[in-house]
T-cell receptor, first 115, second 110 residues
Framework: AQKITQTQPGMFVQEKEAVTLDCTYDTSDQSYGLFWYKQPSSGEMIFLIYQGSYDEQNATEGRYSLNFQKARKSANLVISASQLGDSAMYFCAMREGWGAGKSTFGDGTTLTVKP | DVKVTQSSRYLVKRTGEKVFLECVQDMDHENMFWYRQDPGLGLRLIYFSYDVKMKEKGDIPEGYSVSREKKERFSLILESASTNQTSMYLC?????????FGPGTRLTVL
């Protein structure tokens, strides 16, 4: 069974608007971490935001916020005030357990920001 | 700033060649990872290492081996390259919360 599910292969958003990229996960661990990465066309993977399973508040990093709903096992990424440079592939990932263990990645969502 | 570097951005090899992909990190991280990325398949873990000389298989280790002789360096080896190993290879190094990725190596096997 897939552990990370990103149901939106592609998304479009108008510049300056907000957009939500969906991510659901499956784990029986109580301790885990959730991540979002951005991959521009150049290929490098850029870390955006992290949410620990015990964190009670949603993580925020600048224009990025993670809408963490533990009971629903969802970890959606919200990008506010979209910019043209936000056009990229976005990956959701989960690390099970504590520490710096391996992560499982979703298939990604391609976001296109329209001017 | 954490820096993860990979030896080549682009590499072209012939079927049957032995291929070395090198990854170096400068933040004294114990954990390092090799992934391959293919269209429609996301990132798949090949091998990872929790310490020097330690390695563990990921989800798709067949056709690959790794070497971790020094903490900062994690090498991926294709003993006999095949066309189905044409892919983007990404190395990562991690602290507790974040994986830091290298720029990737786009390998083409002819």
């Amino acid at each position: 069974a897939q552990k990370i599910t990103q149901t939106q292969p592609g998304m479009f958003v108008q510049e300056k608007e907000a957009v939500t990229l969906d991510c659901t996960y499956d784990t029986s661990d109580q301790s885990y971490g959730l991540f979002w990465y951005k991959q521009p066309s150049s290929g490098e993977m850029i870390f955006l935001i992290y949410q620990g399973s015990y964190d009670e508040q949603n993580a925020t990093e600048g224009r990025y916020s993670l809408n963490f709903q533990k009971a629903r096992k969802s970890a959606n990424l919200v990008i506010s005030a979209s910019q043209l440079g936000d056009s990229a592939m976005y990956f959701c990932a989960m690390r099970e357990g504590w520490g710096a263990g391996k992560s499982t990645f979703g298939d990604g969502t391609t976001l296109t920001v329209k001017p | 700033d954490v820096k993860v570097t990979q030896s080549s951005r682009y590499l072209v090899k012939r079927t049957g060649e032995k291929v070395f992909l090198e990854c170096v990190q400068d933040m004294d991280h114990e954990n390092m990872f090799w992934y391959r990325q293919d269209p429609g398949l996301g990132l798949r873990l090949i091998y990872f290492s929790y310490d020097v000389k330690m390695k563990e298989k990921g989800d798709i280790p067949e056709g690959y081996s790794v070497s971790r002789e020094k903490k900062e360096r994690f090498s991926l080896i294709l003993e006999s390259a095949s066309t189905n190993q044409t892919s983007m290879y990404l190395c990562a190094s991690t602290d507790t919360d974040t994986q830091y990725f290298g720029p990737g190596t786009r390998l083409t096997v002819l």
